[in-house]
């Protein structure tokens, strides 16, 4: 029984001020028009340009659940494509990435097939002579994703044709971005270190949400960020603190901690947690850094720069971006009840090495499959996704410093524990969910 | 001189006994299994060389291993709750070459189960153990281990290959 397709009216009741229906969560139809409607109407993260960056050079992946190919075209150009050979449908892009020259080939009948999608060639061609192929679909090849944008080397793309600007999509909340991006002192960052890829048994959403789900973790992370803690205050006098410690131990900050470093709610369903204070605020320096963002910037403009500690800041759908670390994390969608969290780092171009290898040391202990900090939220996402099938009770509460006036305002900063990002979010998804329908 | 007669089959031996501690979850013993400088390390890349500047699924000094020791017993470990459980099928290990500064390099292809409530994973792989004689014991100096998958999405693996 369909309840919810074709009838925006249902999918926004899902959306109330305090609380969020189950069906959000579980619903595999619901899900179904998050991949029609969501990941069509919203901007989306595909990949970065440093993966791909001579002529031919692609790299493939998923948007929502729709496979594309990122390419480097002849024109030095970003182009994204769907991956599907407008032939018999094969997938044409096979490895994750590599370099194809000046043109893809299918494997299955050797259709050949420009960087921007455009048909190139078909094998005994006269076959398709005066048989009308000219009005195929098939004629105009691998079909391109019309609308791509590429901001300080982030490539994103909007999968349907009409919609909002990536401009006002995004809005303030590039400063972000920028902000990772300034860190180093040429101003670029090339992807380093390898990905980090971690199932889930459990709807993306839970991902997305945990990211300004500030009163977790001093809960949920007492066993790993709390034991190694507990481990290093047993350490002899005088030991060095080790990286390892320096990162773990800011998950078991207090709820005051949490409180202070605030949160800002952007439009859109963008917003991040760390305004004022955050838990990477306190790494040490790493020797000579400062004095490269010194000679790129002047003094005024590094302090400016190294002082932003934001926390995560999560770009609506499913990215979530920390610059003073250099992380990206990617949720990727596979079903209602399936995710793959793909943990992307950087390295900062020009800065010293020690800070990318705190970056993917950071990644490790945190994001990896293997962590125990990733070990005690996916118990929790799981134990979630399993018990929302109950009946006992239908909504998920965000209900945490909500006010009323909140719904008129944008670009504001608010106490760190409060659930307006995530209200926020669900309002930006019941919009954009309900805008093609 | 060294006190201890090391041997192709103390070293077999050895290896099967650190296998078995795992399984058996005595994780205080196998920790102790480690020199002070010791590494366990699970590279994410096929051939690996750098654990430093590429990323690792695991690369962890005694203090790390020390945590997930402790964290495994934990009162509010709750991915421990219900816990898991190891099983390793191992290959007849070979002693690889001949001792470069006091290591013995031990490799062992292997099959490994972790269990958790209904669910059962396999993995598979081939350890390379930095083995050293420290006061008079046999202890791990870096045990490695490479999983035929290691670039593989996973979903938690919580215990020790
Ligand atoms: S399916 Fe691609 S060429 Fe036939
Ligand atoms: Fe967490």
Known sequence: MERYTGNPDAVRALVRDLEVHKDTYIDEEVFALEMEHLFANTWVY???????????????????????????????????LYNRCPHKGVKVAGETCGNTGKFFRCPYHAWTFKTDGSLLAVPLKKGYENTGFESCEAKHGMAPVQNVKVYRDFVFCRLNPNGI????????????IDNMVDRSPEGRLEVAGGVLRYMHNCNWKMLVD??????????????????????????????????????????????????????RVWDNGHGHTGVADSIHAAYSPAPGYWEQMVAAYGEERAKHILGDTRHNTVYFPN????????????????????TLVESWTFRLVGAPDLLLERTLMYNRLINAPTSVVGHDDLEMY???????????????????????????????????????????????????????? | MSALDITH????????????????????????LFTEDGH??????????DPRLHTSLMYEDKLLLRVRVERLAGQRTFSQQPKSRCHHLLQAPTVESPAPDGEHVVRTAFHYVETRQDQQTLFAGWTTHHVVEDAGALKIRLKRVDLVNCDAAFGNIQLFM
């Open chain 1, 46 to 80: 595909v990949g970065h340009a440093s993966q791909v960056p001579n002529k031919g050079d692609f790299y493939t992946t998923t948007v929502g659940t729709e496979p594309v190919v990122m390419v480097r075209h002849t024109d030095d150009s970003i182009r994204v």
């Open chain 1, 165 to 176: 600007s990536f401009e006002d999509y995004f809005g303030e909340s590039l400063s972000t």
């Open chain 1, 210 to 263: 945990n990211q300004t789900d500030t009163c977790h973790p001093m809960v949920a992370h007492e066993s790993s960020a709390g034991t190694a803690v507990k481990v290093w205050q047993e350490a002899p006098e005088g030991t060095p603190k080790p990286m390892a410690v320096e990162l773990f131990a800011p998950f078991v900050s207090s709820y005051e901690f949490f409180e202070n470093m605030g949160i």
């Open chain 1, 319 to 338: 990215i979530m971006v920390k610059g003073p670390i250099q992380t990206l994390r990617l949720f990727k969608p596979i079903a209602a009840n399936k």
């Open chain 1, 382 to 437: 799981e134990r979630a996704q399993e018990a929302l099938q109950s009946r006992g009770r239908d909504w998920i509460n965000v209900a945490r410093l909500f006010d009323p006036a909140e719904k008129e305002q944008k670009n504001v900063a608010t106490n760190g524990t409060n659930e307006w990002q995530m209200r926020n979010q669900f309002r930006a998804w019941a919009k954009f969910m309900t805008e093609s329908m």
């Open chain 2, 9 to 32: 089959k103390t070293l077999t031996d050895f290896i099967y006994a650190e296998a078995r501690l795992l399984d058996e979850q005595r994780f205080e013993d196998w920790l102790n």
């Open chain 2, 40 to 49: 366990y390390w699970m590279p994410l890349a096929h051939g690996q060389t």
